[in-house]
T-cell receptor, first 111, second 114 residues
Framework: KQEVTQIPAALSVPEGENLVLNCSFTDSAIYNLQWFRQDPGKGLTSLLLIQSSQREQTSGRLNASLDKSSGRSTLYIAASQPGDSATYLCAGGGGADGLTFGKGTHLIIQP | SAVISQKPSRDICQRGTSLTIQCQVDSQVTMMFWYRQQPGQSLTLIATANQGSEATYESGFVIDKFPISRPNLTFSTLTVSNMSPEDSSIYLC???????????FGPGTRLTVT
């Protein structure tokens, strides 16, 4: 059974800093890995999807990597802004199955 | 991407009653999923709902407690039956994209059971 762990659980950094969020998973037969952000009282917004054959994906200031052999993924946020404050969730997918989520990293960007 | 709406957005219910949550998608999708997010926790998959077949439930979730309907390719309902305070959670539906299997989520239904 897939298990997903996210470190750190919480992070507070000044505006403008680059930062890395970490995600690890136990089953390397992962089909894809997806990063989401969740704002208080709202649903999930998909940020990036990395398929198992890919090593990384980029969208604007966000870059996500996937290393299946080590069971790790990272989300890199460049030049952080207060609007980036949210909970970031990592989730591993088994293809036709649903997603297995980590507990998330609660990120605060200080103005 | 898909646009997903859920009704109700929130509700407060009494112990022992049932609530049906609706999920509507703006395009036809084969697979829909229902998740639960308990307070302070991450999301847990309840079941997978395919049109024209019985829903597939994850370990720890049973059909009598969480019956699901999937009458067509754009709509699904999840019922939370005989509710207790432990059922207080956010319930979210999601759909899977075509070839990439990317998942998109609805805004969620915040349920409080008193």
């Amino acid at each position: 059974k897939q298990e997903v762990t996210q470190i750190p659980a919480a992070l507070s950094v000044p505006e403008g800093e680059n930062l890395v969020l970490n995600c690890s998973f136990t089953d390397s037969a992962i089909y894809n890995l997806q990063w989401f952000r969740q704002d208080p009282g709202k649903g999930l917004t998909s940020l990036l999807l990395i398929q198992s054959s890919q090593r990384e994906q980029t969208s604007g200031r966000l870059n996500a990597s996937l290393d299946k052999s080590s069971g790790r993924s990272t989300l890199y946020i460049a030049a952080s802004q207060p609007g980036d404050s949210a909970t970031y969730l990592c989730a591993g997918g088994g293809g036709a199955d649903g997603l297995t989520f980590g507990k998330g990293t609660h990120l605060i960007i200080q103005p | 991407s898909a646009v997903i709406s859920q009704k109700p957005s929130r509700d407060i219910c009494q112990r022992g009653t049932s609530l049906t949550i609706q999920c509507q998608v703006d395009s036809q999708v084969t697979m829909m999923f229902w998740y639960r997010q308990q307070p302070g926790q991450s999301l847990t998959l309840i079941a997978t709902a395919n049109q024209g077949s019985e829903a597939t439930y994850e370990s720890g979730f049973v059909i009598d407690k969480f019956p699901i309907s999937r009458p067509n390719l754009t709509f699904s309902t999840l019922t939370v039956s005989n509710m207790s305070p432990e059922d207080s959670s956010i319930y979210l539906c999601s759909v899977r994209g075509g070839t990439t299997y990317e998942q998109y989520f609805g805004p969620g239904t915040r349920l409080t059971v008193t």
